[in-house]
Nanobody, 123 residues
Framework: EEQLVESGGGLVQPGGSLNLSCVTSGFKFEEYAIGWFRQAPGQDREAVSCTSITDISTYYADSVKGRFTHSVDYAKKTVYLQMNRLRPEDTAVYYC????????????????WGQGTQVTVSS
């Protein structure tokens, strides 16, 4: 059974940092692009970051460029999202997602989703 399990969310003050982890199992990790999406209350789910398996380039949403870093540990089959200089508008449920074919930042191409981890940025 394919699984993606996120962890590392929580409550943090503006300007703070969090490091999210996504541990995967049940599928061939190297054949999928693993990315991060987020969904705030009342808003659509949006792509945050992902790494293409074709050219190993990394996509970042404009709103997180320079603050968030996406990384992949192929040995551990784990993907991380280091989030620095967090803002209240980063508050959302963050989801890990696996894409086998197609654009890794395009939600309709996602094959598997994690259950999500809540990130709240507030003073």
């Amino acid at each position: 059974e394919e699984q993606l399990v996120e962890s590392g969310g929580g409550l943090v003050q503006p300007g703070g940092s969090l490091n999210l982890s996504c541990v995967t199992s049940g599928f061939k990790f190297e054949e999928y692009a693993i990315g991060w999406f987020r969904q705030a209350p009342g808003q659509d789910r949006e792509a945050v970051s992902c790494t293409s398996i074709t050219d190993i380039s990394t996509y970042y949403a404009d709103s997180v460029k320079g603050r968030f870093t996406h990384s992949v540990d192929y040995a551990k089959k784990t993907v991380y999202l280091q989030m620095n200089r967090l803002r209240p508008e980063d508050t959302a449920v963050y989801y890990c997602a696996a894409v086998k074919v197609g654009l890794c930042w395009y939600a309709p191409f996602v094959n598997f989703w994690g259950q999500g981890t809540q990130v709240t940025v507030s003073s």
